[in-house]
């Protein structure tokens, strides 16, 4: 086998952009066809409480990569020309630069939103939006890219059957400009980098699709007539969704969009199968945030509700888990440490990272313990859940007072029916344990909320 060449295992990470938790068809929530994902589950650790702590793409992406919350690593919002020091700063020790300084072949492709757009670049990045800012960016070769030798990316265009690329050593005006859904486009280069990478050492490779991310109705024929007469009641099931307005225009698209990448999971997994490295490559399938799609009235991300903050997480490594569902909680602060302890280089944790580990539990086949996941979004969400409640904070922008939520997990699985009101003490218990772990990592916002009180 040629595995045995290398004495660590190799790592392919899978995280589309704002897939929900909910939407598996092994889970049993929303009807959505993913044969290649439920089979995947089958023969893998699946965790039934996974959280995104900051449920918004750059903030994601700046956790997972550093295992530090948004305010120690300043990616504390998106990245575009309107945020100049919102980026991920090239002296931040990584994930994919500890990997790389232990001997590992690195890759990325894909959405890498990271970076700002710097004005010289403006005539090559693209902005994809209408708001006036710029979101795409090039990210240089150099320590921007943070150990990746192997580059096939973008910073974020919304684009996806006309999606571009920037490529290893290439400059920046030699954009690649491609005409393909960007998951088949992507999944592509995935699979010739793994039939390509050399055995003589292992490899780490990151593979961020942007669908089912909007816009939503770009999405190929094939994969929508998989619902062909399917109406916005047989497929927003949830008893808390709205079945009207921009949901029920696009829940078609964003469940077809996923079973498209049902299907590119299945072209990876069979490309690891034909290279004899199946055993040893732990292959995780993940996402940075999830999607409400008509859950309480509202769409997109960035909210405490399950369908955003929840995500998937699916870790397959043949050699060593056992297949099984677990309920232990996770957070995005906690895979950098976990991940490392399972690739066998446990010594080389950063000592001053918010996360922790269960890399050790996961590989014993047990629940490791960790009671709460933060979430924190700028200074106008925050809170946090744990094994029974989901308690959090919001308001609509800095002048405006916080609503306070309070949503119990056993008597109201869809958050349906906020507590707090009716539960005085218990909301000054969980506000005080909020603003512990806000100090604990960093978050300026403790102080004032220490000052302010429960009242």
């Not at 070769?141 to 580059?151: A, D, L």
């Not at 995935?190 to 961020?208: E, G």
């Not at 979430?375 to 007072?401: I, K, W």
């Amino acid at each position: 086998m040629e595995h045995l060449k290398n004495s660590r295992p190799n790592l392919v990470y899978i995280f589309p952009d704002e897939f929900r938790a909910q939407s598996m068809g092994f889970r049993g929530e929303d009807p959505v066809i993913t044969p290649n994902l439920d089979a995947f589950a089958a023969e893998s650790l699946v965790f039934q409480n996974a959280y995104s702590n900051s449920p918004l793409c750059s903030p994601y992406r700046g956790i997972l990569f550093t295992g530090r919350y948004p305010y120690e690593n300043g990616v504390v919002n998106n990245c575009h020309s309107g945020r100049p020091d919102c980026y991920l700063r090239r002296e931040a020790k990584c994930f994919s630069d500890i990997l790389a300084d232990n001997g590992y072949q690195c890759g990325y492709i894909g959405k890498w939103h990271l970076d700002f757009p710097k004005e010289e670049d403006y005539p090559f990045v693209d902005s994809c939006r209408e708001d006036g800012f710029v979101w795409d960016a090039y990210t240089p070769p150099g320590k921007c890219r943070h150990g990746f030798s192997f580059w096939y990316s973008y910073g974020c265009c919304d684009r996806h059957f006309t999606p571009h690329y920037w490529k290893n050593e290439m400059g920046i005006e030699a954009r690649i400009d491609i005409k393909q859904w960007s998951p088949v486009h992507e999944t592509d280069v995935a699979v010739d980098y793994i039939r390509n990478a050399s055995t003589d050492k292992p490899f780490a490779l990151f593979l961020a699709h942007n669908p089912p991310h909007m816009p939503f109705e770009e999405v190929p024929e094939e994969y929508l007539n998989l619902y062909e007469g399917k109406n916005a009641r047989e497929l927003l099931t949830r008893p808390n969704a709205v079945t009207t307005g921009i949901a029920a225009e696009n829940v078609k698209r964003y469940f077809a969009a996923i079973s498209g990448l049902d299907a590119q999971l299945k072209r990876v997994l069979d490309a690891l199968e034909e290279k004899g490295i199946r055993d040893n490559t732990i292959v995780i399938y993940t996402s940075d945030h999830g999607e409400m799609m008509g859950s309480h009235g509202r769409m997109y991300k960035g909210c405490c509700y399950d369908e955003a903050f929840k995500v998937p997480l699916i870790i397959r490594y043949p050699e060593k888990i056992r297949p099984r569902n677990t309920d232990m909680l996770i957070s995005t602060v906690d895979l950098m440490p976990t991940m490392l302890e399972m690739m066998g280089l446990g010594e080389c944790i950063p000592g001053d990272i918010a996360g922790h580990s269960v890399g050790d539990a996961i590989l014993g086949n047990r629940d490791g313990e960790i009671r709460q996941v933060l979430y924190t979004l700028t200074d106008n969400r925050c809170g946090f859940a744990d094994a029974r409640y989901t308690f959090a904070m919001e308001r609509p922008d800095a002048g405006a007072p916080y609503e306070i939520l309070l949503y119990d997990h056993q008597e109201d699985p869809f958050q349906m029916h906020n507590i707090a009101e009716e539960n005085p003490e218990l909301v000054k218990e969980c506000y005080r344990q909020l603003v512990k772990m806000l100090e604990d990592c960093g978050n300026p916002l403790a102080q004032k909320l220490r000052m302010d009180g429960a009242g």
